[in-house]
């Protein structure tokens, strides 16, 4: 797994680095060879680099010295001469960089800059960095837009200029870059908010040869989780298996309004590998099911007026749920007493549980001001996985902004904090999924906007429910078990986005696809792995 980091805690690590021996003028020229030697790779004859008053534009001089150097037509462009950059190690290599054989513009005109980005083959963008906050001020927002209207090849330098590197937000206008090398650590902001839409390829740089020794002094804000950490649910099917040893899951869903929820939940659970599925859904929406899921048991379960649970449910649900490996509750059922009551029920049980959809919705309604202040009704001893859209999450803590990761993983850390169980895990959705337990922030492989579609978190909810009847006996740490999940679902996204087209993939595509989106997820484990070379197996 590949640490991000908060600004704060690269601040802390530049200076656990330092005291191990490498300045921060070090580390600037390293940052600056290493932005050079990716600007090379894109075989540049001319260069055009945008510095600002920070350190981020000490490492854009780096570059420009050593791609210089290397016999590359360098322009440089500051908004003050190099003697007068206020940040002290940036004018340092300033100065040196305006000695040698690069061409310097200071402040130039609007005009002046149009017709520098029309010379360039390779822009770098080393005007704001880690520094940056509030809203962009003058040169630097003439010159972002700028350069966003003649759309050249961008490097952008740790972040892109104009991306608050905390948050992930972009207040006014943001550097749109192809590639973007960060130092040292990945910034959670490159994750969150905005950020996703202005990095392009991101690369990182990690600078200090000793980093292994030091990456672990510092918090992580979260964790990449990369194809070759899920491979232990990769593997085939041991050859003695049957249908009890594979795990059972139980659907606790649907309604007469939305009976397809449970209709996904449970085909995707079985497409995911547990050996028995069924389904407990209000009586009148039962046979809906049924006909949609002939190798699937239905039960009828007790109803209200409106066809969602009803008062007698609860027991009835219960009941069943006590011999399953695995209960997923949530997926279409509405948000009414008798489904409160249920939720609240299955909490109580000593059986792996997730919650979804509706689920969450009577437990943040049974809740007041959020489920975070009442721990007492969601700690136990059985796993328990919360799967929340950004809306749902919002609501479960009582209202608290939920806007982008960073908010996210707060509010999902609320939750999680006051129970204070490794076998709790939130599950935070949304366009960068968060999987956070009390120890471990982790993000799984995103899917593309293509999963964005009604119906889709259903199909989650359901992998995630038929992964942990299948692997429940083996986990270690449940936030990777819950990775695994959201990367195969990332992956049936990808697949779906090639066979329907990226607009029209519709959430019961994602189904069938679920077991190709092991063999991808399997064959690009084992080709990080080194272990299989090329497509595929
Ligand atoms: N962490 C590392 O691994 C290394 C990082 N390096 C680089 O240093 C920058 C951070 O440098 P810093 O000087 O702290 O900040 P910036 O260069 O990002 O910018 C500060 C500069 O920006 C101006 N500013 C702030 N807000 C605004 C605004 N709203 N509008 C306009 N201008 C603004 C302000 O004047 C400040 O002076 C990091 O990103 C890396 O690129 C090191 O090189 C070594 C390794
Ligand atoms: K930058």
Redesign the pocket.
């Known amino acids: 797994m590949k640490p991000v980091l908060s600004t704060d805690e690269?601040v802390r690590l530049?200076d656990i680095i330092e005291k191990e021996g490498t300045s921060?003028a070090e580390?600037?020229e390293l940052?600056g060879e290493f932005v050079a030697q990716e600007v090379e790779r894109l075989k540049p004859r001319h260069v055009l680099i945008l510095t600002?008053?920070?350190?981020?534009?000490?490492?854009g001089w780096v570059a420009a010295d050593v791609l210089s150097q290397k016999g590359i037509s360098v322009d440089v462009v500051t908004p003050v001469e190099p003697d007068e950059i206020?940040?002290v190690l940036?004018r340092h290599v300033a100065r040196r960089t305006a000695a040698r054989d690069v061409s310097l513009y200071v402040g130039p005109s609007r005009d002046e800059l149009s017709a520098l980005l029309e010379k360039a083959d390779v822009v770098v963008d080393a005007i704001?960095?880690?520094?940056?906050?509030?809203?962009?001020?003058s040169p630097?927002s003439i010159w972002i837009r700028t350069v966003n209207d003649a759309s050249p090849v961008v490097v952008s330098?740790?972040?892109p200029s104009g991306l608050d590197a905390r948050t992930g937000h972009v207040e006014d206008d943001c550097i749109r870059a192809d590639r973007t090398v960060t130092?040292?650590a990945p910034k959670i902001g490159l994750y969150s908010g905005d950020g996703p839409e202005y990095v392009g390829e991101l690369v990182c740089g990690e600078?200090y040869e000793k980093m292994d020794e030091v990456i672990g002094d510092v918090e992580h804000a979260a964790e990449i989780v990369e194809p070759a950490d899920i491979v232990d649910y990769l593997q085939h099917l041991p050859a003695n298996v049957d249908k009890y040893s594979r795990g059972s899951v139980l659907v606790v869903a649907g309604s007469t309004q939305y009976p397809g929820a449970a209709i996904m939940a449970a085909k995707s659970a079985a497409r995911a590998g547990a050996g028995y599925v069924c389904v407990a859904a209000p009586e009148p929406c039962a046979n809906i099911i049924r006909l949609a899921l002939p190798s699937i048991p239905v039960v009828g379960i007790p109803y209200d007026s409106r066809g969602s649970f009803g008062a007698a449910a609860r027991s009835a649900v219960c009941d069943l749920a006590k011999k399953y490996s695995c209960v997923l509750c949530g997926p279409g059922m509405t948000v009414s007493a008798g489904g409160m009551d249920v939720a609240l029920g299955l909490l109580e049980l000593d059986v792996p549980l997730i919650l979804d959809a509706d689920a969450l919705n009577c437990l943040a309604k049974a809740s007041i001001g959020g489920i975070d202040q009442t721990p007492e009704m969601y700690r136990r001893e059985a796993p328990l996985i919360m799967t929340p859209h950004y809306r749902e999450l919002s609501r479960l803590v009582g209202g608290d902004e939920v806007s982008d990761l960073v908010s996210a993983i707060d509010a999902a850390q609320k939750i999680v904090w006051a129970a204070g169980s490794d076998n709790l895990v939130v599950v935070a959705k949304g366009p960068t999924t968060a999987v956070v337990g009390v120890e471990k922030v982790l993000l799984p492989m995103s899917g593309p906007a293509s999963l964005a579609t009604a119906g889709s978190g259903d199909v989650l909810a359901g992998i995630l429910a038929g992964s942990m009847a299948l692997w429940a006996d083996q986990v270690d740490i449940w936030e990777l078990l819950v990775s695994y999940a959201v990367a195969i679902h990332s992956y049936t996204g990808f697949a779906a986005a090639e066979e329907y087209g990226e607009k029209s993939v519709i959430a019961t595509d994602l189904i069938d696809l679920i077991g190709p989106a092991m063999h991808l997820a399997g064959d690009e484990a084992l080709r990080s792995l080194g272990l299989l070379d090329g497509e595929g197996a």
């Open positions: 690269v530049e921060k580390l600037m940052a600002g008053f920070g350190n981020n534009g000490g490492d206020p940040a940036a704001l960095g880690t520094g940056f906050h509030g809203s962009l001020r630097f330098v740790d972040v130092m040292l600078l």
